[in-house]
């Protein structure tokens, strides 16, 4: 019998996802693996690779995303108002001011494989 994770896999997908949002594709394991506390094994056998936890946070990333602008457009009566709510507070997220870095983190990732580094 396989011994239970004994981690949050989303604390360590969004830990891993701003180490990665900081240092691009070319960001090493070990950098990982000090943001997580995890080691490197535990990382490996989760996701298989360096290159496999990069897509999971992505794809987590996405997916947070998709789900707070339909919560948004569904929610008031009015989707304009909706818009309006996921703007500021996409605006709120990445103004300059908050705790997330700056830019896309799906194009900044997509711009780091693609630019010469070996993940």
């Known amino acids: 019998m396989a011994r239970p994770r004994e981690f949050s896999e989303a604390d360590v997908l969004r830990q891993a996802r701003d180490v990665f949002w900081v240092g691009g594709a070319g960001t090493s394991i070990s950098d ?7 080691v490197s094994g535990s990382i ?3 996701d298989g690779s360096k290159v496999g936890l990069l ?6 990333y996405l997916t947070r995303g998709l789900t707070a602008i339909t919560a948004a457009l569904d929610s008031p009566d009015d989707p304009r108002a909706g818009l309006e709510v996921w703007l500021d507070l996409m605006a709120e997220q990445f103004g300059g001011d908050s705790d997330y870095p700056a830019g896309c983190y799906m194009v900044q990732t997509a711009v780091g ?3 010469g580094h070996d993940p």
């Open 44 to 46: 490996y056998k989760a």
């Open 32 to 38: 990982v693996c000090k943001a997580t506390g995890l």
């Open 55 to 60: 897509h999971a946070t992505l794809d987590d």
């Open 113 to 115: 494989l693609t630019d």
